[in-house]
């Protein structure tokens, strides 16, 4: 599994994540690291608005789908 | 007021299953990882909103040129990068003196075999984000893509135009010198 082969190998510096204090944590990679930011990462709903308007700018024949589904 | 995007079943894999499928639901599913590469490539909010909008736009544009040998987040991300490249290839920013401060700390004597330790989870963006600017585009990107689980070294070598043993090794560098770089944006 494609996953797998890149999680099963070990990190190269090892330390198990721990909570200092409640605003406090230690990431034992800059994977983690931004794993942890990514996750925390909210996407901005006006994307998504903007995509249902240019979208409407588009050729009937691809908006059918697209359409329906930002609705 | 606009309805909220719905989100239905997950749209995966092959064009066949694109064609019956939801955007909307693609759009859910993979608009976090490509926000986020965005953001954290272009460093700065605005533009990672304009990037992600025009990548899913040109996504939709393109179906028909999606090859079921890839999975639709690896093209969304090839997408991505490209168009990340061109506007940073556009704006003639970093190239030069990012290289070379890249290499001065990949080959520092810094510790990076402490934990990278963060105080405040508040500030954790901007520390982050000056790291990776210090860094050359090609660790950034690395870092980004290898970052996401759901991209294996095969699927990230196939992005960046580089073997898996390529990627891994440079990969390894760029570990070293995001952890030296960190340890210096306290």
């Given amino acids: 599994m494609k996953q797998q082969t890149k999680l099963s190998q070990k990190p190269e510096h090892i330390a198990e994540q721990q909570t200092q204090s409640p605003a406090a944590k230690e990431f034992s990679t800059a994977d983690e690291l931004l794993r942890f930011d990514a996750a925390q990462t909210t996407v901005p709903p006006e994307i998504a608005e903007r995509l249902k308007h240019s979208a409407a700018n588009i050729a009937p024949s691809k908006t059918g789908w697209f359409k329906r589904l930002f609705n | ?186």
């Fill in chain 2, 1 to 186: 007021m606009e309805e909220p995007i719905s989100c239905p079943s997950v749209a995966r894999g092959t064009p066949g299953e694109w064609a019956t499928s939801e955007f909307a639901s693609l759009y859910h599913e993979h608009s976090r990882a490509i926000y986020y590469l965005a953001l954290r490539f272009l460093g700065d909010p605005q533009k990672a909103e304009d990037a992600t909008h025009d990548v899913f736009l040109k996504a939709f544009r393109r179906l028909d040129q999606f090859r079921s040998d890839a999975t639709i987040r690896t093209w969304l991300y090839r997408i991505a990068i490209n168009h990340c490249q061109n506007l940073c290839q556009s704006w003639h920013n970093r190239h030069i003196h990012a290289n070379s401060e890249a290499a001065v700390w990949e080959n520092s004597p810094a510790n990076t075999d402490s934990p990278l330790r963060v105080l405040e989870t508040k500030e954790l963006g901007q520390r982050i984000q000056k790291t990776l600017e210090a860094l050359s585009d090609e660790y950034r990107l690395l870092l980004l893509l290898v970052a996401d689980e759901e991209l294996s070294y095969e699927e990230i070598a196939a992005l960046v135009g580089q073997s898996a043993d390529a990627v891994r090794g440079k990969l390894h560098r760029a570990r070293k010198a995001f952890a030296a770089h960190f340890g210096k944006t306290v």
